[in-house]
């Protein structure tokens, strides 16, 4: 009850402060000039364990002239009881993220320090992503230095940092340097490299290096990347000095453009190029997932999660306007293993065929029949190894307009489940009702039911509901409270996944930024 009680004080003290933070300019305060708030709470009862998680992170930046400093202030009381989203951080308070930064300079041609904390991205994330989501837990920021210049159209950056495993220990070091040009708008390049350093020094370093065109002409958009890893334990060990490189990853993307039509293709091909910490717990690279990500409940139920040490394939997908209220999507994406000539199988000294871990077609249809009517009929196909099943879903979502500031929005899903390792058949079916008063307010009614047959003549059916709630209060803060059960299941983003356990109790969350 002590926690409750504590957690309790700390809701009420963000709710009431928050309008007044908000409203510090129709009320003729002044907000301190360079100085940045951002507060993020997220607080959670789950009746059915029991379980009470609190989580408070609050941001304060300031700038001066050529000089910005900051920092992150996170409070758990308690946390968040899985491993990998607490990280050691057990009913934690305290500063874990905090930076000086200097620009020297302009804004092309200068110079940027950065000392403490910090996140980075070298190209599409093929050799070094440095990033926080808090919706999947991911943060693995770096802890150093990082130093990028400019001058002529050249980025030059430089940089050594170490980050966070598991249990919260900053134990491997990392160095990283990239050069980038960007004088000359129909072709840029760029190199990256990046090494780290484990803590034990019997393992030897890898390195992750590439070389990547971004040619942009007339209506189409072109990014190629090529990334070789080097490591010489398993050079010498597994290849006895006849390879020179142990892993090669190639990402290619293609955008073209021509009147009512767009295009897009992608393909990929990682093998053996996971970059991570000794204990493997960190992964410093996030190459493109290649895959897709649906903006709807069911389709996103069964995910394949991002593998870069053992993928390869491609997703092409079309927009089409057939008219100023008509619009037509569609998109194909597969996924698969490597070859036995992987470098991947050679270093697992592994001889596995070929699989197909993912393979999704996804079509949309958009018909604006009036300012008062949208309808959107979808259709998602998808067959996935991670859970082996394979998943039809349609979607039907109108939309009601009632003037410019009132809007009605209602979703059907359906699903139809077939789990190849059992053979059993199941139905998901997901109603979204949901209003709206822009900007200031919103509720949404969210019921499933899930219909199972596992003897004949037997019918079992499970059901989950919840409403959920939005206000924004003021200018700058916003506040949602959900309440009801929630099935479990994945979030995904950019093909990285947290699972989440199922749920029955009451959500809020708070977010204010200044």
Same mark, same amino acid.
């Given at each position: 009850?002590?926690?409750?009680?504590?957690?309790?004080?700390? +809701?009420?003290?963000?709710?009431?402060?928050?309008?007044?933070?908000?409203?510090?300019?129709?009320?003729?305060?002044?907000? $301190? #000039?360079?100085?940045?708030?951002?507060?993020?709470?997220?607080?959670?009862?789950?009746?059915?364990?029991? &379980?009470?998680?609190?989580?408070?992170?609050?941001?304060?930046?300031?700038?001066?002239?050529?000089?910005?400093?900051?920092?992150?202030?996170?409070? *758990?009381?308690?946390?968040? $009881?899985?491993?990998?989203?607490?990280?050691?951080?057990?009913?934690?308070?305290?500063?874990?993220?905090?930076?000086?930064?200097?620009?020297?300079?302009?804004?092309?041609? /200068?110079?940027?320090?950065?000392?403490?904390?910090?996140?980075?991205? *070298?190209?599409?994330?093929?050799?070094?992503?440095?990033?926080?989501?808090?919706?999947?837990?991911?943060?693995?920021?770096?802890?150093?230095?990082?130093?990028?210049?400019?001058?002529?159209?050249?980025?030059? &950056? /430089?940089?050594?940092?170490?980050?966070?495993?598991?249990?919260?220990?900053?134990?491997?070091?990392?160095?990283?340097?990239?050069?980038?040009?960007?004088?000359?708008?129909?072709?840029?390049?760029?190199?990256?490299?990046?090494?780290?350093?484990?803590?034990?020094?019997?393992?030897?370093?890898?390195?992750?290096?590439?070389?990547?065109?971004?040619? %942009?002409?007339?209506?189409?958009?072109?990014?190629?990347?090529?990334?070789?890893?080097?490591?010489?334990?398993?050079?010498?060990?597994?290849?006895?000095?006849?390879?020179?490189?142990?892993? @090669?990853?190639?990402?290619?993307?293609?955008?073209?453009?021509?009147?009512?039509?767009?295009?897009?293709?992608?393909?990929?091909?990682?093998?053996?190029?996971?970059?991570?910490?000794?204990?493997?717990?960190?992964?410093?690279?996030?190459?493109?997932?290649?895959?897709?990500?649906?903006?709807?409940?069911?389709?996103?139920?069964?995910?394949?999660?991002?593998?870069?040490?053992?993928? @390869?394939? *491609?997703?092409?997908?079309?927009?089409?306007?057939?008219?100023?209220?008509?619009?037509?999507?569609?998109?194909?994406?597969? &996924?698969?293993?490597?070859?036995?000539? %992987?470098?991947?199988?050679?270093?697992? @000294?592994?001889?596995?065929?070929?699989?197909?871990?993912?393979?999704?077609?996804?079509?949309?249809?958009?018909?604006?029949?009036?300012?008062?009517?949208?309808?959107?009929?979808?259709?998602?196909?998808?067959?996935?190894?991670?859970?082996?099943?394979?998943?039809? &879903?349609?979607?039907?979502?109108?939309?009601?307009?009632?003037?410019?500031?009132?809007?009605?929005?209602?979703?059907?899903?359906? @699903?139809?489940?077939?789990?190849? %390792?059992?053979?059993?058949?199941?139905?998901?079916?997901?109603?979204?009702?949901?209003?709206?008063?822009?900007?200031?307010?919103?509720?949404?009614?969210?019921?499933?039911?899930?219909?199972?047959? $596992?003897?004949?003549?037997?019918?079992?059916?499970? *059901?989950? /509901?919840?409403?959920?709630?939005?206000?924004?209060?003021?200018?700058?803060?916003?506040?949602?409270?959900?309440?009801?059960?929630? #099935?479990?299941?994945? +979030?995904? +983003?950019? /093909?990285?996944?947290?699972?989440?356990?199922?749920?029955?109790?009451?959500?809020?969350?708070?977010?204010?930024?200044?």
């Amino acid at each position: 009850m002590k926690k409750i009680f504590y957690s309790l004080i700390l +809701i009420i003290f963000f709710i009431i402060t928050s309008p007044l933070l908000a409203q510090t300019e129709s009320s003729g305060l002044t907000w $301190p #000039q360079g100085l940045g708030f951002a507060n993020r709470l997220e607080y959670s009862y789950n009746v059915e364990d029991e &379980t009470e998680i609190l989580e408070n992170w609050l941001n304060l930046d300031y700038s001066f002239g050529m000089f910005s400093a900051g920092l992150r202030f996170e409070v *758990f009381q308690p946390n968040d $009881p899985d491993p990998s989203i607490s990280r050691g951080k057990e009913n934690y308070a305290g500063i874990d993220f905090k930076y000086f930064k200097a620009d020297i300079g302009e804004r092309n041609e /200068g110079l940027e320090i950065i000392g403490g904390n910090y996140y980075t991205l *070298f190209g599409r994330g093929m050799v070094l992503k440095s990033y926080e989501d808090r919706a999947i837990r991911i943060d693995n920021n770096l802890l150093g230095l990082k130093v990028a210049g400019k001058y002529a159209g050249f980025v030059l &950056t /430089g940089l050594s940092g170490s980050a966070a495993n598991a249990n919260n220990e900053r134990l491997d070091i990392i160095h990283a340097a990239d050069l980038e040009y960007r004088g000359w708008k129909p072709l840029k390049a760029g190199l990256s490299v990046a090494s780290n350093l484990p803590a034990s020094n019997d393992a030897a370093r890898t390195t992750l290096a590439s070389l990547r065109l971004l040619p %942009s002409f007339w209506d189409i958009d072109i990014y190629g990347e090529y990334t070789a890893k080097f490591n010489e334990d398993i050079k010498q060990n597994i290849f006895n000095g006849s390879e020179s490189i142990v892993g @090669q990853g190639i990402y290619g993307n293609l955008n073209f453009y021509f009147g009512s039509l767009s295009l897009l293709g992608e393909y990929k091909y990682y093998d053996n190029i996971a970059f991570t910490s000794q204990d493997g717990t960190i992964f410093y690279n996030t190459p493109p997932s290649v895959r897709l990500e649906y903006t709807y409940v069911l389709p996103n139920r069964h995910p394949s999660p991002l593998n870069q040490a053992n993928e @390869q394939g *491609f997703q092409i997908a079309a927009g089409y306007d057939l008219s100023e209220d008509t619009y037509l999507t569609g998109a194909y994406t597969q &996924t698969k293993s490597l070859p036995s000539s %992987s470098y991947y199988q050679k270093v697992n @000294q592994i001889n596995i065929p070929i699989s197909t871990q993912l393979e999704e077609i996804y079509v949309t249809g958009q018909q604006d029949w009036s300012e008062s009517l949208t309808t959107i009929l979808a259709f998602a196909y998808n067959e996935e190894l991670a859970t082996n099943t394979k998943n039809i &879903t349609p979607i039907l979502e109108s939309r009601f307009y009632l003037g410019e500031v009132n809007t009605i929005k209602v979703v059907l899903e359906h @699903q139809h489940v077939t789990d190849r %390792s059992t053979t059993e058949e199941y139905y998901s079916d997901v109603l979204n009702i949901e209003y709206l008063r822009s900007p200031s307010f919103s509720i949404a009614v969210v019921a499933e039911v899930q219909t199972k047959e $596992p003897e004949p003549d037997r019918t079992v059916r499970k *059901f989950w /509901g919840f409403v959920q709630a939005g206000y924004k209060i003021g200018r700058h803060s916003d506040i949602s409270l959900l309440v009801g059960t929630r #099935q479990a299941g994945n +979030i995904c +983003i950019g /093909g990285v996944c947290r699972y989440e356990p199922a749920f029955q109790g009451v959500e809020l969350k708070l977010l204010t930024r200044l």
